[in-house]
């Protein structure tokens, strides 16, 4: 089994409908991030979480919410679903040295298609 | 100006190649550097830091030049297997801000 899971992998929706992605972990890392991934674009950080009481925004927030619902579950929620958010969504997680040693251990992302 | 920039390719080798990448990034104060293949569809994984000095790890090296600011990456005698997505990543400094560039895509074929 994959150390970082992402559900649902892939998803169709409508225009202003509530989504929700999840993330769980079993690598036991405190920090779990969502990225959003677009053709010619590189990944960019929507929020992050150092631990189950924190939650930061990252460059492209807005639209997104999160919830950290436990050390291994990290939610991303789109409430009302928009054509631009059209994207490949990924989830991630690092331990404390994360940052400086830059290892992000990634889930296999959720393609979300947004008609 | 894009923080982080990369050629995007695809770069078309033969097997046994060797094709180097460069990557260029803004912010001066840039403080470490990683590169990350992606596969087709599939999720980002780290295949090296990039050290000041250099480094290398098999048919893999790295350099990081930061007069020029920009960092390398070096793969000789290339396999069909490194066909992938070369992603350029950078810290910038502060708490888990890296920043990815857009890759770029490698083909080798027989």
């Known amino acids: 089994d994959a150390d970082v899971t992402q559900t649902p992998r892939n998803r169709i929706t409508k225009t202003g409908k509530r989504i929700m992605l999840e993330c769980s972990q079993t690598?036991?890392?405190?920090?779990m991030y969502w990225y959003r991934q677009d053709p010619g674009l590189g990944l960019r950080l929507i929020y992050y979480?150092?631990?189950?009481?924190?939650?930061n925004k990252g460059e492209i927030s807005d639209g997104y919410s999160v919830s950290r619902q436990a050390q291994a579950k990290f939610s991303l929620s789109l409430e009302s679903a928009i054509p631009n958010q059209t994207a490949l969504y990924f989830c991630?997680?690092?331990?404390?040295?994360?940052?400086?040693?830059?290892?992000?251990?990634f889930g296999e992302g959720s393609r979300l298609t947004v008609l | 100006r894009k923080e982080v920039e990369q050629d995007p390719g695809p770069f078309n080798v033969p097997e046994g190649a060797t094709v180097a990448f460069n990557c260029t990034y803004s912010?001066?104060?840039?403080?470490?550097f990683f590169w990350y293949r992606q596969d087709c569809r599939k999720e980002p994984k780290l295949l090296m830091s990039?050290?000041?000095s250099g480094n290398e790890d098999g048919r893999f090296t790295a350099q990081l030049n930061r007069a020029s600011q920009y960092i390398s990456l070096l793969i000789r005698d290339s396999k069909l297997s490194d066909s992938a997505t070369y992603l350029c990543?950078?810290?910038?400094?502060?708490?888990?801000?890296?920043?990815f560039g857009a890759g770029t895509r490698l083909a080798v074929h027989p």
């Open positions: 991630a997680t690092s331990d404390l040295s994360g940052t400086a040693g830059g290892e992000l251990f």
């Open positions: 690598k036991g890392h405190d920090r």
């Open positions: 979480s150092f631990d189950v009481k924190d939650i």
């Open positions: 912010n001066s104060a840039s403080q470490s």
């Open positions: 990039v050290y000041s």
């Open positions: 990543v950078v810290n910038p400094g502060g708490y888990n801000k890296l920043i």
